[in-house]
């Protein structure tokens, strides 16, 4: 008994931790000519607020879903996934923006990012990222 409440707590424990930043990856083309934002850059970038860093253009691309995504989301941007398609949707509806590129996986953004100049994602922080740039922060 006293093993099954212990037990009990312990899972109720993990699973309240939240997910950290750390469970995110940023990376980018490796032809961007910065290794460092801050946070306030990645959530311009992200919005579409800011379209070139370092004098070059930059394209956002998200994954649809998932712990990664919504860690993301959570972290950099302060706004749910309902908040941030409203958001785009507002943009393309008053001709002011596009929607961004968006992936099924870790490995579709990664691809796409490392064959894409000007291209910044961010994956998983399990995921493997060679070929790509990691972004730290400021």
């Known amino acids: ?6 037990s009990v ?12 930043a750390a469970d995110v990856q940023l990376i980018a083309n490796p032809g961007l ?9 990645v959530r311009d970038i992200f919005l579409g607020n800011k379209t070139a860093i ?15 995504h919504e860690t993301f989301l ?24 596009a929607q961004p590129k968006t992936f099924a996986s870790d490995a579709e953004v990664l691809k796409y990012v490392t064959s894409t100049k000007g291209a910044i994602g961010y994956v998983s922080g399990a995921a493997e990222t ?9």
């Open 9 to 20: 707590l312990l899972l109720a424990t993990a699973l309240a931790v939240p997910a950290s």
């Open 130 to 138: 060679s070929g790509v740039k990691r972004i730290r922060l400021k």
């Open 54 to 68: 370092a004098g070059s253009p930059v394209e956002p691309v998200f994954v649809q879903d998932g712990p990664a």
């Open 74 to 97: 959570k972290t950099y941007m302060g706004k749910s996934n309902a908040a941030l398609r409203n958001y785009f949707k507002t943009l393309v509806f008053t001709g002011k923006g």
């Open 33 to 41: 000519g910065v290794s460092e934002l801050t946070t306030n850059d």
């Open 1 to 6: 008994m006293i093993l099954m409440r212990i």
